[in-house]
C-alpha cells in the first residue's frame, strides 16, 4: 500500500467514526429544568354592543328559473334604491347577501323526480353602528322580510377593551407567579414562556320574521331592538421557573 493511499484509508476511516458518532450525540435529551410551572390568569368584562346587523329576505317562486331570477333582482333593486339613500359611512352600511334560484322537485311515487318549479330568495343586510337607524331601516323597507337580527361589538370597542382586558390579565399573571414563588420556598421566577390571547364569543343571530306582501304600503315603523351586551375575555398562558 502506498503512502497516498494508507492516508485516504485513515481519512476515510476517520470520517466513518464521525459520522457513527453523530447520532449517538444528537440523540442525547436536553437536561429538564427545575422548578418549572405552568400557570395561567384571565380577565374579562361585559362590554356593550355598538354594532347591529339586520339581514331581510326576499322569496319568490314560479314555472320558470328566468321569471323567478327577475322578480327577485326587483325586489332587491328597489330596496336597494331605498336603502342606499340612507347610507352613512361608518355609521350605517347596506350591502346584499346571499341570491339563489333552485329548482322544486316533485316528491312521492309519481313525482319522478321531476322539476315542478322554482323558488328563490335574495337577501339584503342593513348593518352599522347607528343601531336605531338600522332598526328602522330594516323595518320599513317594503316586499322583504326580516329574518335574522344579530348584535355585535364594533372593532373599535373590542379592540379598546382587549387592550384594558390585556393589561389587567398580564397584571394577574405576574402577581400569581410571584406568589407561586413564594409559596414554594423561592424569592423570584424567570419567565420562560408566554401567549396571549382574546375571545369574543358574541352572542347568536336572533330569528325574526315580519310578514309582509311585497309592494304594500309600509308604515315607517322600526324594529324593537335592544342592545345588550358581549363578554370580551383575555387570556394569558405560560410558563415560569422559580428561582432562590
Not at 329548482?103 to 309519481?110: C, I, K, L
Not at 323595518?139 to 373590542?158: D, K, N, T, Y
Not at 306582501?213 to 315607517?220: Q, S
Request: proline share 6%.
Amino acid at each position: 500500500m502506498t503512502r497516498s493511499v494508507a492516508h485516504a484509508a485513515r481519512a476515510a476511516l476517520c470520517a466513518a467514526a464521525l459520522m457513527g458518532s453523530l447520532p449517538v450525540a444528537l440523540a442525547q435529551p436536553a437536561a429538564p429544568l427545575d422548578n418549572v410551572v405552568q400557570l395561567s390568569a384571565q380577565a374579562a368584562a361585559e362590554v356593550p354592543q355598538d354594532l347591529l346587523s339586520i339581514t331581510l329576505r326576499a322569496t319568490r317562486e314560479g314555472a320558470e328559473a328566468a321569471a323567478v331570477q327577475a322578480q327577485l333582482r326587483q325586489a332587491l333593486d328597489a330596496a336597494l334604491s331605498d336603502a342606499r339613500r340612507q347610507v352613512v359611512p361608518g355609521r350605517l352600511e347596506v350591502k346584499t347577501g346571499a341570491f339563489n334560484v333552485l329548482p322544486r322537485v316533485q316528491s312521492g311515487p309519481n313525482g319522478n323526480g321531476q322539476i315542478a318549479g322554482w323558488q328563490g330568495q335574495a337577501e339584503l343586510i342593513v348593518e352599522g353602528r347607528d343601531t336605531a337607524a338600522v332598526a328602522a331601516l330594516a323595518g320599513r323597507l317594503s316586499g322583504l322580510a326580516v329574518v335574522r337580527v344579530q348584535p355585535g361589538l364594533s372593532r373599535e370597542a373590542r379592540e379598546k377593551a382587549e387592550d384594558e382586558l390585556t393589561a389587567q390579565a398580564v397584571g394577574r399573571f405576574r402577581a400569581r407567579a410571584a406568589e407561586l414563588a413564594r409559596l414554594f420556598g423561592q424569592s423570584t421566577y424567570v419567565l420562560r414562556e408566554v401567549s396571549v390571547g382574546a375571545s369574543d364569543p358574541g352572542v347568536p343571530p336572533v330569528p325574526m320574521y315580519r310578514m309582509q306582501a311585497a309592494g304594500a304600503a309600509v308604515a315607517d315603523e322600526s324594529l324593537p331592538v335592544q342592545a345588550g351586551k358581549a363578554t370580551v375575555t383575555v387570556t394569558v398562558n405560560g410558563s415560569v421557573q422559580l428561582k432562590p
